[in-house]
């Protein structure tokens, strides 16, 4: 039956071999259960609904990859645009968690309609690659400034802006020791290393008395306070409009970027160099991200850990069926997430931001043109603590610098529109 249904003889694979992939994969993101509703917490979302509608999220989303994409890809709430809706949309929409979900949902329509039209290459194709990759480490920065103040090595400063915390405070220490399990686990190939990191941390924080044991015989949490609370009103429009535009545009790029490397790896490129079930893909990702807003948390997107279910040998469909099995009987985990404190799950989002700052060693240092509008998009998005004010000084930078410099035709009329877009919102003030 599985043979059938996704192939697995033309694939080369067994269904053992993809049980195997999709535990794998499972292990070495399953650490977003934890992370993502401590995030979403911090815009005012009920912590234990979050859990729930992260694990119903990823769990359903990925089926959908595997069973209508038949991609052993799996998705889950997205690192980064997790952190732009609870820190720069529900702030901008004053607060209003409910509506910056209308958001997400808006988003997920749109991806949609561009998904099954030309207009997704196009778009995609037609925005710089080095803004692309400077996107990309400039969101792994302001995670990496979220999970330092998190942890407490830096703290706010009236003079400097910022500052070293208490580095021998009991807190910092335990998350210092996790960052170390962290990443020597990761160059050692442990499976699951950041998860591991976390749960390490969480039971020093029980050990020495900083944080109240699980109660294991808790009920598993209401979704209530999130499943359908978005609305869409209540709101400046051109607020709505530029948290829904950033939101489809991280996600697209995001998505397009991890769905390319994964099929590189996994050799399920046509002889084109084309992602086979493309549009099937992408889809998915951008119906899973309206199925999260409607359970209530941040963009689904595909998740670049399915490269570890693909080492492990998953190529098919039935790879990504697994991992979604595996977080919708994660449900049972819920009291284990309420003891996880914010400290512990710090030294996930610097390994995170480690994944995606490795990209800026593919940008032509050497052409100031390209080189000068990304690294101010790197470092405005973190220092601005707003992805869209960066991701817009990056592309008002480039068209300029460009046509300054004689370099007009380097420039498409899809990155000026975007570049106009931000010089209108920055004008109105919004």
Request: charge should be neutral; charged fraction near 10%.
């Amino acid at each position: 039956m599985f043979d059938a249904f996704f192939d697995l003889k033309a694939h080369g694979t067994t269904v053992q071999r993809e049980f195997v992939a999709g535990a794998t994969t499972f292990f070495t993101m399953a650490y977003i259960m934890f992370v993502n509703p401590m995030i979403l917490s911090a815009a005012g979302m009920d912590k234990g609904a979050v859990f729930v509608a992260t694990c119903l999220a990823a769990g359903l989303t990925t089926l959908l990859m595997g069973l209508y994409a038949k991609l052993p890809v799996a998705l889950a709430p997205g690192m980064g645009l997790n952190a732009y809706f609870a820190y720069t949309v529900v702030p901008a929409l004053n607060g209003d968690w409910r509506l910056a979900l209308g958001c997400v949902f808006l988003s997920g329509i749109l991806f949609v309609g561009i998904s099954i039209t030309p207009a997704r290459e196009w778009l995609i194709n037609a925005l710089p690659h080095s803004l692309k990759l400077a996107i990309a480490a400039g969101i792994g920065f302001f995670l990496a400034l979220i999970g330092l103040e998190n942890a407490g090595v830096v703290v706010a400063s009236a003079d400097t802006l910022v500052q070293g915390g208490i580095l021998t405070d009991p807190k910092v220490l335990i998350a210092a020791g996790a960052f170390i399990v962290i990443f020597a686990l990761a160059a050692r190939g442990v499976i699951g290393a950041v998860l591991l990191g976390i749960v390490g941390a969480t039971g020093a924080a029980i050990a020495f008395g900083l944080q109240a044991p699980p109660v294991l015989s808790a009920p598993l949490p209401s979704i209530a306070p999130t499943f359908l609370a978005m609305h869409f009103n209540g709101a400046a429009g051109e607020a709505i409009l530029t948290s829904v535009l950033v939101f489809l545009l991280v996600d697209m790029l995001d998505t397009s970027g991890t769905l390319t490397a994964v099929a590189y790896q996994g050799k399920l490129l046509d002889e084109n160099g084309r992602l086979k079930n493309a549009r099937r893909a992408l889809t998915s990702d951008a119906v899973g991200t309206m199925i999260g807003a409607a359970l209530g948390t941040s963009p689904v997107t595909a998740y670049i850990e399915s490269a570890s279910g693909i080492q492990a040998g998953g190529r098919s469909g039935l790879t990504a069926v697994v991992v979604g099995i595996l977080f919708l009987l994660s449900l049972v985990l819920s009291p284990l997430a309420g003891a996880v404190p914010a400290y512990a799950t710090a030294p996930a989002l610097v390994f995170v931001a480690a994944l995606m700052a490795k990209g800026l060693k593919d940008i032509d240092w050497d052409d100031m043109t390209e080189a000068a509008p990304a690294l101010l998009t790197a470092l405005a998005i973190p220092f601005t603590y707003s992805i869209a004010t960066g991701i817009g000084i990056g592309f008002i930078a480039y068209v300029a610098i460009k046509l300054i410099s004689g370099r007009w035709r380097d420039v498409n009329a899809a990155v000026v529109v975007i570049a106009l877009a931000f010089v209108a919102k920055i004008a109105w003030g919004t």
